[in-house]
């Protein structure tokens, strides 16, 4: 991956694992940030850049 490609994917996760889509069931509200959260932990051995695996780290650590 390049580096603006991983930032970009980085920052796509962050956003969603921040501000997760949600819906409605039977009355009860969910959200998606467990399914992002799980998939920002595949993508980190992914990433080559430092900063911008550090970066989805910190994220991941504030919402888990």
């Keep these: 991956m390049e580096k603006a490609n991983e930032f970009v994917i980085a920052l796509g996760l962050a956003n969603h694992i921040q501000h ?4 409605k069931i ?3 509200d969910y959200d998606l940030r467990d399914f992002y959260l799980r998939l920002a932990k595949k993508t980190l051995p992914e990433l ?3 900063h911008t695996r ?3 780290e910190s994220i991941i650590k ?3």
């Excluded at 997760?20 to 819906?23: K, S, T």
């Design 62 to 64: 504030i919402y888990e």
């Design 26 to 28: 039977n009355g009860k």
């Design 54 to 56: 550090n970066f989805l």
């Design 48 to 50: 080559k850049e430092e």
């Design 20 to 23: 997760p889509c949600g819906m």
